[in-house]
């Protein structure tokens, strides 16, 4: 056996109470304990004085040296501070809400104490204290997160008795040639050492070893499963004419950058392969991606099969139709916009047309996808501006009859650490640089007292006919946190700009209602636009050059970075304003990066260094894997590492062969990535 699946049951002191407390944590087996990884260790290394630093958590050994003073300031709040010779140092032990101490103390004794340290003072805030010399099995005591009725120590004693029992089953899946490649400690010694480290870098070994096995596993399985899906996906080849594309290429209004050209033919030659394509295509704002959709989508269709392009909104949808209509129609193709507002007659009539053949690329929300929508021969799905294409949607494709190639467009520049992890079984293609000439937006910090400044230069704009964003964090007045809403941000402007319309936009609005105002302000009706984050996606309204955000700090970087984008569309010079009271050293930060840079790949490096990984996609739709022990950005290198090391594994042949690889096999197989019917 593997891993050792022994129910926890069979260790000596868990009943079935402990065990229901302990499958509340995610831990079931034995091997399940030996995962459970501590999440900090306590450090009673005794400690040389002379190296600790302001704050530091310490042990020192010591002697009182005077009597203790007691100082009570209520009942029960006191304070009791003895003067203790560590070496050669006079140190003074702080310990709170402890006053018998005064009593128990005596000049001579020997104490161990731990807690912080305070140079300043050089003083020990007592945390935990022992009389006598210490006598510890571990000077590093390792710290578990805990739930419910279990404690720490329980779960100390628990892995103690584990290890006695059944240590002696642990075997390493990792071959050896893997290990001495890496210089890695083996599985058995590295547990052991995590949970019973005797010194720090031993437990640096055994970390490094248990994140490599992790990461390796989880690319493993990442790999295995591209595979298998390619295996399973029945998605015929279609057979991509590449002078027509070429003319097609010709006939655009300007010459594709470097970048557009490297990703189309990524996505074309995918298309032009018999099995299923699962790509991701991500290129910063105003870096062109549409028409590197309209590129594929007129292969598709030239070869004989229809494309539909999915977007969040109805105005975007809307849009899009209007551009690549503008880019296909020349070439004898059929695009149609399936909305709500195309019903009845109508909309059967567009069923019906699209059933038959008889038009080559549907847009629209995800209704293009659903129910009564039957395609004759669907080739390419592409969606725009959203992060996940639900297993459902899927499913209803599948449920079909489709398989058809997917290709998802974001402009949230990821990480490239987050990708590989995040969208592990997806192909990646990359937009890496914006269309020449652009000019870049100028971006501007100011603080809350510099408003009327920052109206004028807003009515300089609306004054050469200009249009502007304003950007609020908030629907209503809140009175717990102290920021503009967009309701009284927009009574404000109006009385401020009153020969100018001023347009609101919230999430409390109904699809419709925003769709129509998004309508207005691109029809210039509206020359302002006061809205929460809702118009974030994708809206491209040329003549608006003025970008506004109240409360920045209220928002992370790649969110900033989104809405900023909103402008600089047009041949105008664009503006940015950041209204921010910055006060933490984050924040402050995080304005400062915006206004030096307007490259979105640097800003998401910057954002998931400040904000952690889980932030970043916002916690619930992160669809980061929950590593035990590994974390994605500390240890990118590594994840960088493992995942060309199971790259090669899957693709060579003495891993599906080779003794040293058993293992590895077999936890691939038990985790269920070859499974025939796995949707997502
Ligand atoms: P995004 O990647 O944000 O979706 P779009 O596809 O909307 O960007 O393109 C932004 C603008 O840039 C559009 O007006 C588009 O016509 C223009 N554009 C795209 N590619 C090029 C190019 N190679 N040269 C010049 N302009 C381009
Ligand atoms: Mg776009």
């Avoid at 600790?52 to 304070?79: A, C, M, N, Q």
């Avoid at 401020?496 to 029809?523: P, T, Y």
């Avoid at 930060?589 to 970043?616: C, V």
Wanted: charged share 25%; aromatic share 8%.
């Amino acid at each position: 056996m593997l891993t050792d699946n022994t129910s926890v049951t069979e260790i000596k002191g868990i009943g079935p109470e402990t065990a229901q407390d302990l499958e509340a944590i995610g831990v079931r087996t034995v091997n399940d304990l030996f995962e459970y990884f501590p999440y900090r260790y306590e450090n009673y290394e005794l400690r040389d004085l002379t190296t600790v630093k302001h704050d530091e958590k310490i042990t020192v050994e010591g002697k009182v040296h005077s009597e203790p003073s007691l100082r009570y300031f209520s009942k029960k709040k006191s304070r009791l501070t003895v003067r203790v010779f560590v070496d050669r140092f006079l140190i003074t032990a702080v310990m709170f809400n402890r006053p018998f101490l005064k009593k128990q103390l005596k000049i001579g004794d020997t104490l161990t104490l731990t807690g912080k340290w305070d140079q300043h003072r050089a003083a020990i805030v007592v945390s935990e204290f022992k009389r006598g010399v210490q006598k510890r099995a571990s000077l590093i005591e390792p710290v578990y997160p805990v739930k419910g009725k279990l404690t720490v120590k329980q779960i100390r004693k628990f892995m103690t008795t584990a290890f006695n029992q059944y240590s002696s089953n642990i075997i390493d899946p990792l071959p050896a040639v893997l290990r001495q490649k890496y210089r890695l400690i083996n599985r058995m010694e590295a547990l052991k050492a995590l949970h019973f480290p005797l010194d720090y870098n031993q437990l640096k070994q055994a970390r490094r070893r248990m994140v490599y096995e992790e990461l390796l596993l989880f690319q493993l399985r990442m790999q295995a499963f591209k595979q298998t899906k390619r295996e399973n996906g029945k998605s015929t080849a279609i057979p991509v004419s590449k002078e027509a594309v070429d003319h097609f290429i010709k006939s655009l209004p300007f010459p594709l950058t470097k970048a557009q050209k490297r990703v189309s033919n990524e996505i074309l030659t995918d298309l032009s392969k018999p099995y299923h394509m699962n790509r991701l295509l991500q290129g910063d704002v105003g870096s062109g991606k549409t028409v590197v959709a309209a590129i594929n989508l007129f292969a598709v269709a030239r070869a004989g099969f229809q494309g539909a392009l999915m977007v969040p909104t109805e105005i975007l949808a809307e849009q899009h139709a209007e551009s690549l209509q503008d880019l296909l129609s020349p070439h004898d193709m059929t695009v149609a916009l399936l909305t709500s507002a195309v019903k009845g007659k109508k909309r059967q009539e567009l069923l019906n047309r699209l059933e038959s053949g008889a038009i080559d690329i549907l847009i629209g929300t995800h209704a293009v996808i659903q129910e009564d929508v039957n395609f004759k021969k669907l080739g390419l799905v592409v969606t725009d501006e959203q992060h996940r294409f639900g297993v459902e949607q899927r499913r209803t494709l599948r449920s079909k009859g489709e398989n058809p190639d997917v290709l998802y467009m974001t402009a949230t520049p990821i990480p490239r650490t987050l990708a590989i992890s995040a969208f592990g079984d997806m192909d990646i293609s990359t937009i890496d640089e914006l269309p020449a000439g652009r000019k870049s937006i100028e971006t501007y910090w100011t603080k809350h007292d510099m408003l009327n400044r920052v109206l004028a230069f807003v009515e300089r704009e609306l004054k050469k006919g200009r249009q502007a964003y304003v950007i609020c964090p908030l629907i209503e007045e809140s009175e717990q946190l102290d920021v503009q809403n967009a309701i009284d941000v927009h009574a404000q402007l109006q009385h401020c700009f009153k020969s100018f319309n001023v347009g609101l936009m919230h999430g409390r609005l109904s699809a419709q209602e925003k769709d129509e105002i998004m309508a207005g302000f691109k029809d210039n009706r509206f020359q302002v636009l006061v809205s929460t984050t809702v118009v974030e996606v994708g809206v491209n309204v040329p003549n608006a050059t003025l970008m506004v955000i109240y409360d920045a700090q209220r928002f992370g970087l790649a969110q900033l970075h989104q809405l900023r984008g909103r402008v600089g569309r047009g041949s105008e010079q664009s503006y940015c304003i950041l209204i921010a009271d910055a006060k933490s050293e984050i924040s402050q930060e995080r304005m400062r990066i915006m206004t030096e840079t307007t490259d979105g790949f640097k800003l998401s490096e910057y954002d998931l260094q400040l904000r952690g990984p889980g932030d970043f996609f916002g916690q619930k739709q992160s669809g980061l894997p929950d590593f035990k022990i590994a974390d994605v950005v500390h240890d990118y290198r590594t994840l960088d590492v493992a995942r060309s090391d199971a790259e090669a594994m899957i693709h060579s042949k003495s891993f599906w062969k080779d003794e040293a690889c058993f293992y590895l096999r077999k936890i691939l197989a038990d985790s269920g990535v070859f499974e025939k019917e796995r949707l997502d």
